[in-house]
């Protein structure tokens, strides 16, 4: 059986060795989890100590969750995140589809008036809803719930975005990493990368100069005299700083593939992960990205200016968590996002947003406009001439 499964995982290229596979036989063999163990035994024993055996890294981790899922089908769910909203309200029954006729008919409310009448509906609420216009639940035009419409609400308790427009989302989520070993399906993206090129030769000497050394060793009578020089590299500072989970999701193997070739291309790159915009932290680990902040003042101080910054987002939010105070879908920041990309674009005056969305739908995002004001225009799609746009204006 889990020969099986050993397999399972390779062919999720996670690199699994046959000697770690022996040991978690062995944990097994010796009752370590199991129907012989001390404690009572649950599959959830069993993940985490195939996971310990078998997965060397942190970034593989979410490789190896969907692989276990998919060779353990029915497994029962791992993490138990606690809710505060009744699940029994949020049962996906119906999904709501409107025309646009009925979309435009439906009023949305401001900021205020939208966390206070969540509020008064916490305090009332007392059953599950389904339909209707008022009450948390599903399948309706309230501005509270899942799998419904409304112009301007708060999502709780629905998988992914449908229509994006809520402009807070209620449940706790959890991002993955982007995959910076993705294997490129052609090279372009990282010809594209190579017009921000900027050669020094710095190091120790360990490339044979031969244009020097002929020239040497004619200047010493024929003797060979041998001179070497530092190899040379791309010397261009990247700041990377990527927006990752809710609609950029559907962006992922696209951010994949830059992310790769930028690390790749570029000796000197720090990136960081936001979500939907920037604000007064920043993470590297989107497992850790609660207990491991960097505050974005940290960042600024540490990198100077010659750092050429590069955003990768879609922008594709409310524009209160742009323009307000405590508009960040997930915690109540006490400055606005744009005041933040107004600090970073004012260390590094090079700087570009590249945006996965199709850049015919730019028009009708209003954050993406109200993005593209901050940037001063310096917005490109994630294309190949996007790319080479972006990388020859960041290199003027």
Request: glycine letters at 6%.
């Amino acid at each position: 059986m889990l020969i099986d499964f050993f397999y399972t995982l390779r062919s999720a290229k996670l690199p699994v060795s046959v000697k770690e596979f022996l040991t978690l036989l062995e944990a097994l063999q010796a009752h370590v989890v199991g129907p012989e163990s001390d404690d009572a035994w649950k599959i959830d024993d069993f993940y985490y100590l195939s996971r310990l055996t078998l997965v060397k890294d942190e970034k593989h981790y979410d490789k190896f969750d969907r692989a276990f899922a998919a060779y353990f089908k029915g497994v029962e769910m791992l993490t138990d995140f606690t809710k505060d909203v009744p699940l029994e309200w949020l049962r996906k029954n119906l999904e709501l589809e409107l025309s646009p006729e009925d979309k435009a008919k439906i009023e949305k409310m401001g900021w205020d008036e939208l966390m206070e009448t969540l509020k008064k509906r916490f305090e009332e609420q007392k059953e599950r809803h389904e339909g209707g216009s008022k009450w948390i639940g599903t399948g309706g035009t309230s501005p509270f719930g899942a799998n419904g419409y409304n112009p301007q609400g708060i999502r709780i308790g629905q998988e992914k975005s449908r229509n994006k427009s809520a402009v807070k989302v209620w449940d706790q989520r959890a991002y993955k990493d982007y995959d910076d070993t993705q294997e490129l399906g052609t090279r372009n993206i990282k010809v594209a990368l190579r017009r921000l090129r900027k050669f020094a030769r710095e190091g120790s000497a360990e490339e044979l100069d031969l244009p020097d050394t002929i020239r040497s060793t004619a200047a010493n009578a024929g003797w060979l005299d041998i001179k070497m020089v530092p190899e040379r590299h791309n010397n261009v500072k990247v700041l990377l700083l990527m927006d990752v989970g809710g609609t950029m999701d559907e962006h992922i193997s696209r951010v994949e593939e830059m992310f790769s070739a930028a690390k790749a291309e570029f000796k000197h790159l720090e990136f960081y992960y936001f979500h939907n915009c920037v604000y007064d932290y920043m993470w590297k680990n989107n497992k850790r990205r609660f207990s491991e902040k960097f505050a974005t003042w940290d960042i600024l101080r540490k990198y100077n200016k010659d750092y050429k910054l590069i955003f990768i987002g879609d922008a594709t939010m409310s524009p209160y968590e742009i323009l307000q105070p405590g508009g960040s879908v997930e915690y109540n920041n006490e400055e606005p996002g744009a005041e933040w990309l107004q600090r970073l674009t004012n260390t590094f005056p090079r700087f570009a947003w590249i945006n996965p969305e199709p850049q015919g739908v730019w028009q009708y995002r209003q954050s993406i406009a109200v993005i593209q004001q901050l940037m001063n225009q310096r917005m490109y799609p994630l294309t190949l001439k996007g790319l080479e746009d972006a990388m020859r204006m960041l290199s003027k």
